[in-house]
């Protein structure tokens, strides 16, 4: 916001340049202007205002007190002014997106960290379910083994067994049987002679 002052050599009552900048500070916060400046010809033997451009920073921000002649030099340090704020700004929103960035990374991270951890205990779980399971196999598997053992045992006893058996042993304490199995041994003219005594025998009887 600019504002121009200036004051005829006639008039009785001289002005002040001080006497202006509580109004031009309300109507530039009123009208949202960052920058006031008053450019004035009053106080024309103030060498304040004569030597260049005069902030009044102490009493209202943003404000500066002018000579027409320093008007163009005051347009320039506001530019200059604007563009390192623009630089700033553009900066701080460059940061500001960047610690969005870093935000939304860092719970991106959290929520695969914490799926992660998810998966991995079930996976854990699981596992151990599998271990567990095997365990209880090897063990029906050994148990199976332990009585096909076992079983290949006796029938080799059995089969010992069998092997030992002889004719003398079965006919041990029976004589008819002892009898009968000697016949079968004898040769077939002793046999044919025993059935003979044996039919004469029955027909004394």
Known sequence: MFEMKNESDKTATKSKNEDF???????????GCEYAILVSLLEP???????????VF??????????????????????????????????????KAQNIDITQFESQLETFKNGFLKNTDLASRHFHTAITEIDKSIDHLQKTKDALIGADRNLRLANDKAQDVTIKKLTRGNPTMAAKFAELKSPPAEAAVSLIRDARSRSRL
């Open 58 to 95: 102490h009493r209202y921000p943003k404000m500066y007190v002018i000579r027409p002649q320093f008007f163009l030099p005051m347009i320039t340090q506001l530019r200059n002014a604007s563009l390192n704020s623009l630089k700033y700004r553009t900066e701080l929103a460059l940061v």
């Open 45 to 55: 033997d103030n060498e304040l205002y004569n030597t260049g451009i005069v902030d």
């Open 21 to 31: 900048l509580r109004e031009l500070d309300r109507d530039r916060t009123e009208k």
